[in-house]
Each structure stands twice: as structure tokens, then as C-alpha cells.
């Protein structure tokens, strides 16, 4: 009995563990981008994921929207809260954008090359760069992808060259996610 007893304790001290490791390890979106600057109710509509979870998206032909951003771009901060705001406004609060960290991915060339082979984004941000990528897809095809401007797809969104994020976020939150 005693040994069934230490055995019971050491396994929930363990299953403890591996939860204190967990709640403790993961990006906290909501704090580091309120941190950065940008407007976000804690009940925001980001989902953090890994870029194998998004090519897992990608292989199932799901229909999703892809934030690729960092905290460090004060344009990516200004459209996280255009994003949640359109999202607020259109009372759809309940959707969902994936973001995918690009600090992860922003300082070296091979980073970037395993974005464009793993998920076909024809230009990631480097840390030349300021305006974040956001890309829809539809049943896991490429829809609109920002870093690809000329792409047909893209082009109602762009004006004078520039990204309309409230354009892209309605078309996202009232045709694609329905």
C-alpha cells in the first residue's frame, strides 16, 4: 500500500511539473503586444501557432488567415490593432487569426527559406523590413498573401503600392471565415 501511495504522489508532483512547464513556457500574445503598444482586449482573436502547425493547416486544405508578424515592427503593432478592432466593429469577435512569431524567423536568410518552402510566402519580412505579412487560405490554397502584391488575389487590397488592412480584415472576417 505504501509503495502504490509514493507512486500516486510522485506522479501527481510530475503531472504538476510538466503543467507548471507548460503554462509557464508559452508566448503570451496578449502581454507582449499590449506590451509593444497595441490595443487588445484580453478575449483577443489571435491564436498562436508554429509554422508546422501551419503547414499541418496547409496539408488538412483548411481555410485560415496567417498573421506573420513581430512586436518589434510598429506597423505589425498598428495592424494587430486594426485586426482586432475591425474584428470588434464587425461583431465577430469570435473568429480567429493565426500568428506566426517572425522573430523566430526574421534574422537569417535559411530562416526565411524554410518560411517560403513551408508555407509558399513569396517574401517573409527580414528585419529590413517593417509591414507584417498576413496570408488567407481556402481549403489550404494560398488566397492572398501581402508580401506578394502583384498576386491577383492581392491586388483588391492594395492601394498606392500600400496594404488596406480594414479592407483585408473585412474580407477576411465577412467572406472567408463565414
Known sequence: MKIKMKFISLFAVLLFGVWLLVGCSGYNFYSKWTDAGATLPKDHIFTVVSLDEVQKKIESKETFALLYATTESTSSVK???????????????????????????????????????????????????????????????IDVDTSFVSKGTTQPFIRSGKVQYASLASYIFKELLV
Do not use: C, H
Open 79 to 141: 495592424v494587430v490593432t486594426s485586426l482586432q478592432t475591425q474584428a470588434t466593429y464587425l461583431q465577430v469577435s469570435d473568429k480567429t487569426i493565426f500568428f506566426l512569431d517572425a522573430a523566430d524567423y526574421i534574422e537569417t536568410a535559411s530562416a526565411r527559406d524554410e518560411i517560403r518552402q513551408k508555407i509558399n510566402m513569396k517574401d517573409p519580412m527580414d528585419s529590413t523590413m517593417d509591414d507584417p505579412v498576413i496570408m488567407t487560405f481556402k481549403e489550404g490554397v
